[in-house]
């Protein structure tokens, strides 16, 4: 399956995507990142953008279609899925049912949440129950193991380079929970710096996945370009 992301501008290449026919999307994950080139964060080059890019890279081998769709151009199909702001995100199952969906707003990371859990959700199948205990479990238990890391990962890699600049800290730039996070919003506010951030507090899994990811035990982590800056801004 190619990981690139598929560029749909208006109803006939939704249609000849087969878009517009959710039986024909049965048996296959798909993201529908709806944008417009008027809204700077979801256009080339915005944060939107960026992290739909980046998770590009691994759909590919998480079994994850991504389809980026002019919103204005495509009405029909836009109008299918009741998108009235952009971005608009759809995560579709297999059975073509949208699971999840993100409506406007700024929270990039939520992207990468829904993202991570809908690429779990395709690999993930149900096994019937068996008295006699299975020769192979131990090794599929510890494959599952290893899917489960690597999925992690992914999502980590996703989510330190979804913006230049990249700050995982406790609390929000507006809230931060902790002096050193306060210290670390304070200095890259006075130096004029456009960052995209992460609270820590919300997600225990990217928490304690970023101290293994990084080798770094403690927040904030800044990131420039997907690299690790460690305490440097402190």
């Known amino acids: 399956m190619s990981s690139s992301i598929v560029d749909i501008k208006n109803d006939t290449e939704a249609k000849a995507a087969s878009l517009l026919d959710a039986s024909a999307l049965s048996g296959q994950k798909n993201v529908l990142f709806f944008y417009a080139e008027w809204h700077v964060p979801s256009a080339a080059g915005g944060p939107f953008d960026m992290v739909v890019k980046a998770l590009a890279g691994q759909s590919g081998t998480d079994g994850v279609n991504i ?6 151009e495509a009405p029909t199909l836009s109008q299918k899925y009741n998108v009235t702001t952009v971005p608009t995100f759809i995560f579709l199952n297999s059975d073509g049912a949208a699971i999840e969906r993100i409506d406007g707003g700024e ?13 779990s959700s395709a690999s993930t199948t149900t096994s019937s129950s068996s008295t006699q205990p299975s020769p192979t479990q131990q090794p599929e238990e510890q494959s599952e193991e ?7 990962n992914n999502r980590l ?3 330190i380079t979804s913006s230049p600049i990249m700050l995982f800290l406790k609390g929000t730039p ?7 996070s306060r210290q ?3 200095m890259l506010t006075e130096s004029n710096l456009t960052f995209g951030y992460f609270n820590i507090l919300e997600d225990d899994e990217v928490r304690q996945g970023l101290k293994s990811y990084s ?3 403690t927040f904030p982590q800044f990131y420039v370009k997907g690299e690790l800056v ?5």
């Not at 389809?67 to 204005?72: G, I, P, Q």
């Not at 507006?174 to 050193?180: D, E, L, S, T």
């Open 67 to 72: 389809y980026r769709v002019l919103a204005e």
């Open 107 to 119: 929270d990039v990371a939520r992207v990468t949440q829904c993202y991570s859990r809908l690429a």
């Open 146 to 152: 290893k899917e489960e890391e690597q999925t992690l």
């Open 157 to 159: 890699q996703s989510l």
């Open 174 to 180: 507006n809230a931060p929970k902790c002096g050193f």
């Open 184 to 186: 670390a919003i304070e």
């Open 215 to 217: 080798d770094w035990p």
């Open 230 to 234: 460690g305490d440097w801004i402190l």
